[in-house]
Every structure is written in structure tokens, then in C-alpha cells.
């Protein structure tokens, strides 16, 4: 492989040769919110919550790899937009950093023994999540979210464990225009 460079923006990454664009939307996302009413009125018109660009693909496990995420602002039955969210999977776990572009966001961190934390995702911001600790970003703002991640190449993802969990701790609810973190009664160890 030789040197290369991109730039912060959507449109260098999906520019990229190899890269990878995950488009996720509301249908395909729907049981991560609580307000499930909601969901069903928003089905028709099915919006796009976030597309994640990333240079997985192609390389070697010692590498690293690291994309850009596009969250769009947005709330679903007064719960903000907000990706999946995933464990890095037992036996490949990787650290991660995540690097605060534009927007603001929260990012929520659960370990597996279920203790939560919150950060601050903002324009500038390095958030460092340690091995096993799973991760969701909520865009909390008006405007698209757009951060960096970036991790070892070796590292898979577990979406099922934070689905059999039913999410997060805490869950980001707008109240007036203000994000307020509640405690979310479908979680579970
Ligand atoms: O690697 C990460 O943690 C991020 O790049 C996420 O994969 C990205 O933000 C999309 O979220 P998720 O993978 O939870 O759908
Ligand atoms: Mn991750």
C-alpha cells in the first residue's frame, strides 16, 4: 500500500478508491427507538438517519481502519436520531477514537458489566473509548452530526448483544429543545 491523504469532508471519503458507504434508514433501524408509534408514522417516508463512510475493506489486520459518520438531526417521537450503536466483539477487540467534526452530538458508552457514561461529541472533540466498552452516537443539534472513527482493522462488530440489552442505560429525549438523558426501563444485563 502506498501513503495517501484525504480531507474532513463527506465528499473525500465517498471519493475514496475502496471506500464504503452504509446508508441506514429509519425502516431498517426502527426497534432502537422507544416511541414505536412514532416510528410507524414516520414509515412512509422512511428517512435517512445516517450514512457512515468507511476504509474497512481491503486491509490487512495490522492496519488501521477509520470512517466518517453523517448523522442527521432529527427525533423520532422526541428521542434523537442516533446510529445503532455495537460492542467491538470479544475476540478481536479494538480501542477507538472518535474525533468531533461538525454538530453536536452525545456519545453514549455502556461496558459489559452495564455501567454507562456520556461525552460530549462537538467539533474538536477527542473521545477515546477503551476495549470493550459498546458506543452510540445521538446527534442532539440541528444541524448533521459529522465525526471520524477510527480502529484497528481487526475489529468486529456485535450489534445482537446491545439488541438483546434493549439499547442503552440511558436514552437522549428532547425536552423544550434541550437533550435530556433518561434512564431507558428496557435495559437489561
Ligand atoms: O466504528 C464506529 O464505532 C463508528 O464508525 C460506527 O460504526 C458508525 O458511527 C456507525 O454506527 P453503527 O456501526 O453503530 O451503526
Ligand atoms: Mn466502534
Known amino acids: 500500500m502506498l501513503p495517501f491523504q484525504l480531507t474532513l469532508t463527506p465528499e473525500s471519503f465517498r471519493n ?3 471506500a464504503r458507504s452504509v446508508l441506514r434508514r429509519l425502516s431498517e433501524i426502527a426497534n432502537i ?6 416510528v410507524q408514522s414516520l414509515a412512509a417516508h422512511n428517512p435517512l438517519i445516517y450514512e457512515f463512510v468507511d476504509l474497512r475493506d481491503g486491509l490487512s489486520e495490522s492496519m488501521l481502519s477509520f470512517g466518517l459518520t453523517i448523522l442527521q438531526p432529527g427525533a423520532v417521537g422526541g428521542e434523537y436520531f442516533m446510529t445503532k450503536g455495537h460492542f467491538h466483539a470479544a475476540q478481536q477487540d479494538g480501542d477507538e477514537v472518535y474525533l468531533g467534526v461538525s454538530g453536536q452530538g452525545r456519545l453514549l458508552l455502556q461496558s ?26 445521538v446527534n442532539v443539534g440541528r444541524v448533521p452530526l459529522v465525526f ?3 480502529w484497528p482493522s481487526a475489529t468486529a462488530y456485535d450489534y445482537e448483544e446491545i439488541t438483546r440489552r434493549g439499547g442503552f442505560p440511558q436514552r437522549v429525549m428532547d425536552q423544550n429543545g434541550q437533550p435530556v438523558l ?3 426501563p428496557a435495559f437489561q444485563i
Open 148 to 150: 471520524f472513527s477510527i
Open 33 to 38: 427507538f422507544s416511541q414505536t408509534a412514532e
Open 182 to 184: 433518561v434512564p431507558n
Open 16 to 18: 475514496h478508491p475502496g
Open 112 to 137: 459489559r458489566q452495564g455501567e454507562h457514561r456520556e461525552m460530549d461529541l462537538v467539533p474538536g472533540a477527542i473521545l477515546y473509548t477503551p476495549l470493550a466498552w459498546a458506543h452510540r452516537t
